[in-house]
């Protein structure tokens, strides 16, 4: 098992930035990469962006332009920057491994809030 710590959350205006970052815990785990996913109150948590352990990063339309994953693997760190932030950005951000192939099993985090005011 592996423990995730998400932070850099907070309220800011339309057009800002933040920078959340994500503390993978010493553990046992397998992952085929790492991926931040974004959940609104009543509504299912959707995917935002993704590095693969080659590097390799994805994501979601919504976000493209503006943010970028990043990951620091001495430092057990994974980071997404989020620049000209909207209000529809608002959500509790999750970090989550990904699954290794023939495996279901990832691990997530508690979330950061972001809330971003027009």
């Known amino acids: 098992q592996v423990q995730l710590v998400e932070s850099g959350g907070g309220s800011v205006q339309a057009g800002e930035s933040l920078r959340l970052s994500c503390t993978i815990g010493?553990?046992?785990?397998?992952?085929?990469?790492m991926s931040w996913f974004r959940q609104v109150l009543g509504k299912e948590r959707e995917f935002v962006s993704s590095?693969?352990?080659?590097?390799?990063?994805r994501y979601a339309d919504s976000v493209k332009g503006r943010f970028i994953i990043s990951q620091d693997n001495s430092a057990r760190m994974v980071y997404l920057q989020m620049t000209s932030l909207k209000p529809e950005d608002t959500g509790m951000y999750y970090c989550?491994?990904?699954?290794?192939?023939?495996?279901?099993?990832?691990?997530w985090g508690q979330g950061t809030q972001v809330t971003v005011s027009s």
């Open positions: 989550r491994t990904d699954p290794c192939r023939g495996s279901s099993q990832v691990y």
């Open positions: 010493r553990g046992t785990y397998c992952s085929s990469g």
């Open positions: 590095i693969s352990i080659g590097q390799s990063t």
